[in-house]
């Protein structure tokens, strides 16, 4: 065997986050079981959930594969809010950077960091790194990202000159409801503008799923790289198993599974009328529940009796299911989904028809073209006292329609 000195040696860095870290070290799995490189992963490990920390120490990640944990930074002296403070602690996390790459051995040949981690870019060539950048998120977001900065000097900064469409040149008109309140932010300005810098930019998608926007990217000599979802479950053992058991006693295609990403929640409101709706479809489910994000009530947040009347038919759990595993599994046809990248990567692989739930970030850009080709419907939320909720009738309509025509449920 070729000893791991003699190999090409890359760094991959991913930023904190399951949804960051799923793709990234996938891709680094490949480039060591595929092409035969020696990958370190330089792990951001301040904030980090702990499925992360799971997903990094698992004993079957391939020898070629050294997980490194940059040093812990601690931000909890910063007045700021939940969105920017990812962006702090990577900026925090990354003055180890320069002293960490100049130490790797043998010396690395290049350097591939999702786009938050953008930052690296400027320490890497500083030490004549070649660099790459893999979105975690669709060609969409990569095009409108490399297009915001333009968008921004057009309307000086301010966004509500924009009127109803962002037209990002050779792609389809994005709706400024889909972008707002997560995509146009100031803050993603400096790594929009760092972008044209690397040496290739990496993109987890299909031809199909972004046919228009693939061809103006291809048309702009864009470097392209398709490496395929994860085909592993995170969680795995016991908890993996009940999950497991339970969807093989189900029917073929018979049951839908509702969850909202790794950190996603839902009001109690539209909890109770989720709940409601999954119980008048009379159809199976599995329901990763978190705790309401509007109340610190403790006790059970389902109406009295939801899962008693519901047991048998739908299995419940307040934290985690193994994802991959559900949606690979044959009793399951339906997904329920916050759109969160690798859950429509994972499902479209899978053959799963979603549900369209976005809840943040460009979640509603995603949304928007996967009910554009067909492989998704999104449920009408009415208007309530100014918030808006998915009322149960809707709720019960999309599921029976996605079981009865998906499934054989
Ligand atoms: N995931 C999981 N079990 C859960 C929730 C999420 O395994 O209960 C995994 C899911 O398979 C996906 C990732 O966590 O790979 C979530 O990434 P995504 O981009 O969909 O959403 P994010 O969490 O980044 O919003």
Known sequence: ??????????????????????????????????????????????????????????????????????????????????????????????KSLPFVLKNLQPPIKSLVVDPLCIEALEIAADLSIPTYVFMTSSASLLAFTMYFPTINAEVNGDYSKIAEEVIVPGCKPLLLDDLVPGVLLPEVLPMCNRFPSVKGILVNTWEE??????????????????????????????????????????????????????????????????????ELSQKRFVWVARPPNDSSASGSFFKAGFLDRTRGRGLVTDSWAPQVAVLSHRSVAGFVTHCGWNSVLESVLHGVAMIAWPLYAEQRMNARFLVDVGVAVWPEAEEDDGKKVVGRCEVERVVRTILEEEGEG
Do not use: C
């Open 1 to 94: 065997m070729e000893s791991s000195q003699k190999k090409p040696h890359v760094t991959v860095l991913a930023s904190p986050g399951i949804g960051h870290v799923t793709p990234l070290l996938e891709l680094a799995k490949r480039l060591v079981v595929d092409h035969g490189f020696h990958v370190t992963f330089l792990s951001i490990t301040t904030d980090a959930p702990p499925a992360q920390l799971q997903l990094l120490s698992n004993p079957s990640l391939p020898s070629d594969l050294h997980v490194v944990s940059l040093p812990r930074v601690d931000v909890s002296q910063q007045p700021i809010g939940i969105s920017v403070r990812i962006f702090l602690v990577v900026q925090e996390t990354l």
């Open 209 to 278: 799923l972004e046919p228009v926007t693939l061809l103006s990217l291809r048309e702009n000599l864009f470097f392209l790289g398709l490496p395929a979802p994860p085909d592993k479950p995170v969680t795995s053992t016991l908890e993996s198993s009940k999950f497991l058991t339970w969807l093989d006693e189900q029917p073929i295609g018979s049951v839908v599974y509702v969850s909202f990403g790794s950190g996603g929640t839902l009001s109690r409101e539209q909890m109770s009328e989720l709940a409601w709706g999954l």
